[in-house]
Every structure is written in structure tokens, then in C-alpha cells.
């Protein structure tokens, strides 16, 4: 009897240990549950995959997912007199940025310039445009998000985010 007493102690001891125990979790932009003829799945936005479970039917990835973005982030809408079509790429990029101004139309691309910025704001380049095509040099930056705006005389046109990867 005494031993048997000192059995369920120990489960009971054992049991609220447990309790205390969480697995791990996450906070996720988004998710849901998915339901096929095969069966359902729960799945959830937002971090990095890190196992997948390959079967007979297909494969599954655990963890979450982060994509890059790649954005424009302002632009100006009809200004006077002007019509660009301006776009930079690669982005994400790892060595250089191309930035692109077509149909220049009536304005002079020597009043252009482009300011690029970190995260914080902080100005890290001002360069004047000289042509249809200019290349910004990648290189030398670490590998994070940045700003990448287009002006005409101090009046931005269009603000690029751009990702520098390793």
C-alpha cells in the first residue's frame, strides 16, 4: 500500500512538473488551415523554413516562410510636365544597383539626382543622375534594407526599398 501511495505521488509530482513545459511558438503575420481530399493542415506566415517532410503524395516545409520584398515605396503621382518611367534592379541585390530612367520626356536628367538612405533615415549618398542608366555601387554597404529616392530639385518622384543580401 505504501508503495503504491509513493507510484501515484511520483506520477502527480511528474505531471505538474510538465505543466510548466511550453513548446516553442511564434508570432506569424498570418496562417490558416488547409483541407484536401488527403487530409488538413495548419499553416502560418512569417519565418524561416527550417525541415522538410518529403511523401508518397508530396513534400511539406515546417517552420514559416519570410520572402523578400520588393517595393516602391513612394511615387509621385502627375507632376507637370513630367513623364518617367524609372526603375532600379536587381533587387534584392549583392554587388551593384542599376537605376533606370526611361522617357525622360521634358525634363533635363541633369536636374535629377538620387539620395540613398539606411534604415534610420540617415543620408548615405547624394549623387547627380547623368544619363538614361546609372550605377550605384553595392559593394562597400552591409548586407540590410535601404532607401533609395529619386529627386528632381529637391522634389522627390519615387522612393525605392531596396534589400542589400550577403
Not at 541633369?110 to 538612405?117: A, D, I, N, T, V
Amino acid at each position: 500500500m505504501r508503495y503504491k501511495k509513493l507510484k501515484i505521488i511520483a506520477i502527480l509530482l511528474s505531471g505538474l512538473g510538465l505543466t510548466g513545459l511550453k513548446a516553442q511558438d511564434a508570432i506569424s503575420v498570418s496562417g490558416g488551415d488547409a483541407t484536401g481530399t488527403g487530409g488538413s493542415a495548419s499553416f502560418s506566415i512569417g519565418q524561416v523554413v527550417y525541415t522538410t517532410n518529403a511523401g508518397p503524395n508530396g513534400s511539406v516545409a515546417q517552420g514559416v516562410q519570410q520572402p523578400y520584398e520588393i517595393s516602391i515605396v513612394t511615387e509621385a503621382g502627375k507632376t507637370n510636365g513630367i513623364e518617367l518611367l524609372i526603375s532600379a534592379f536587381p533587387n534584392p541585390t549583392t554587388s551593384h544597383l542599376t537605376l533606370n530612367i526611361e522617357n525622360p520626356g521634358t525634363i533635363d536628367l541633369r536636374s535629377l539626382s538620387y539620395q540613398l538612405f539606411d534604415l534610420n533615415g540617415t543620408l548615405l549618398e547624394t549623387t547627380k543622375i547623368n544619363g538614361d542608366q546609372t550605377i550605384i555601387e553595392m559593394n562597400n554597404r552591409v548586407a540590410a534594407t535601404y532607401f533609395l529616392s529619386v529627386t528632381n530639385e529637391n522634389k522627390t518622384l519615387k522612393t525605392f526599398k531596396i534589400i542589400k543580401a550577403l
